[in-house]
């Protein structure tokens, strides 16, 4: 069976910088993939080429190959028009925006907007477009008289869910979400991810989530990402990465987390910050930051499997166990 | 001098709404320790920054009283001494800032406005900016748009400590900041702390972050305090339903994190039509008879300096969990 989505070396430059430097990725049916990463690292640029929506200052090269079951024949994303492409998003893929919540329209009433995505791609009787529109609200745990409301009648959770309505409005195979939770609190945080998974098991949708929140992320996903200046330097399995993870950068990432019933405490910084794409080290782009780094991270380490679909791109894995590092650079804040 | 800094009891705060009055603080009680760092949780529009704002006197009470050591805050020249006492930081470093001013400006802004001799304001801005690890040769004289988040955020904080105030009321203040600067940002606050024996209150809807940082957290629920005690016991073994909720929602970074959990069902109730009873009683998954009838103040329940406003815990209820809250 092919992947619902395969990307293959998607390059993204801004006046000849590298904002996506390389990047693969394979998305199966129904699967649920992580990205993750700081700020700057290329998570939404990937993503928003995958729907071709990069603003036009930005270059895009590599194949993006979309397969899904309701297309007769493989989309070349790369190769679509913008107009050809009006005719995948939404309807073969849809994207939840970051902060999402504030991306309705304001003076339109929720279920006019739902009408507007459905009728763009199909043609469908007013009494079926009602019909969705009710189903839709339902799917997503809104009561259907909440679609005569206008946006700011609703409160951000309800927004929130009017969203992920709006990208399943014509049933696609493949949502992107781009940090949907980062603006709400826990409890609805936790309804939203929880819709996104019975979404997933009822529809069978492939769900990509892009989230800073290594938390989100364990529970909502299958496979997971580790994104670093425009690489991937780490993926896998959520269970492997999560309990072994391979590079530097992944396990501060999970250090910087706090465990409840762990120790208390603030975890220290990553020293410094991402690079600048102009800028971008030698060799390993995380050497500079990493407490690991030696003479042979001034070569590249490429992206090399080691278990299970399981791959890192550091020269010194398999990690086996993590040597203590300097303890400037560990030692909880706390103390 | 008591280990009390700042007492706030049976405090509420009406606005006038469309539909009513909304209640959005309604008898909320709360001590704010020396040097602690109070936390403040609970979902949005449970009235944690109305809390900050009336803790700093920037909205009126429409009843109850907040107490700085012990003398009770009411009338112009009592806040005047509060906001030389306690300072506050805001959530969007981008909006607190004045656009047109210099950081030297901003930060000698409350030196001005509490009267301090001009003479003295050098000194205090570079102390200030040392504190929160900004250069001050490098930063003075540049404007907030030539600052990153980060650096916004720590150009507020220093404009709070320039008055050496004995408390910082920080509202949600790492909630837009990305995740190597927020705990760049909270690094300076906890050493701040240590330090001076700063007291922050801390507001956030990050339960875990909350947990990792504060000696004690309170959680607001509808307009009041419902449960509070030392983080770890309010997190770890919390004792009302709500905080249970709660602490049930947050996300594990764990590899078998895919636990099924009960989640809160519905929403916050709109604060103009709070329920009768225990204003929780509607999502409660542990309600019972008299819940929706008798209001819970807060009551032992859990470790010593543990309270919850749960009639789980009124020994006059006959439940199982007075007992259970006894050997807790």
Sequence with gaps: MSALLDVRDLRV??????IVDGVDLRIEPGEAVGLAGESGCGKTTTALSVMKLLPSALRQSGKITLTPPAAKKPINIERRTERGMNLVRWRHVSLIFQGAMNSLDPVQRVEAQIAEAIRLHEQVSSKEVRARIDELLTTVGLTPSLGHRYAHQLSGGQRQ??????????????????????????????????LLERLRAELGLALILISHDMGVLAETCDRIAIMYAGRIVEAGPVSAVFSSPQHPYTKRLLESLPVIGAERGLASPIPGGPPDPGAIPEGCRFRPRCPYAAEECLSDPPLRELSGGHATACHFAPWTEWPAVDAATTAGVRG | MSDVLMDVSDLAVHFKARKGTARALDGVSLEWRRGEILGVVGESGC????????????????????????????????????????????QDPYQTLNPRQRVRAIVAEPLVVQGVPKDEHEARVRRAMEDVGLTAEHFLTRYPHQLSGGQRQRVAIAAALVLEPDGLVCDEP?????????????????????????????????????????????????GRVVEQGSAVDVIERPRHPYTQALAAAIPVPSANGDAKRELLSGELPDATAIPTGCRFHPRCPRRFEPCDRVDPGLMAAGAPDQLAACLLYDPTQGRAEVAGAADG
Aim: aromatic share 4%; net charge positive.
């Design chain 1, 13 to 18: 430059t801004h006046n000849g910088h590298p």
């Design chain 1, 161 to 194: 869910r009017v969203m992920v309505a709006l990208a399943l409005a014509c049933r696609p195979s493949l949502v992107i979400a781009d940090e949907p939770t980062t603006a709400l609190d826990v409890v609805m945080q936790a309804q939203v991810l929880q």
């Design chain 2, 47 to 90: 009235g944690k920054s109305t809390l900050a704002r009336a803790m700093m006197g920037l909205v009126k009470p429409a009843a109850g009283e907040v107490s700085l050591n012990g003398e009770t805050v009411a009338g112009r020249g009592r806040v005047r001494e509060l906001r030389r006492r306690v300072q506050m930081i805001f």
């Design chain 2, 174 to 222: 790492v909630s837009m900041l990305d995740a190597s600067v927020r705990s760049q940002i909270l690094a300076v606050l906890v050493e701040l702390q240590r330090r001076r024996n700063l007291a922050l209150v801390f507001i956030t809807h990050d339960l875990s972050l909350a947990w990792s940082l504060c000696d004690r957290i309170a959680v607001m629920y509808l």
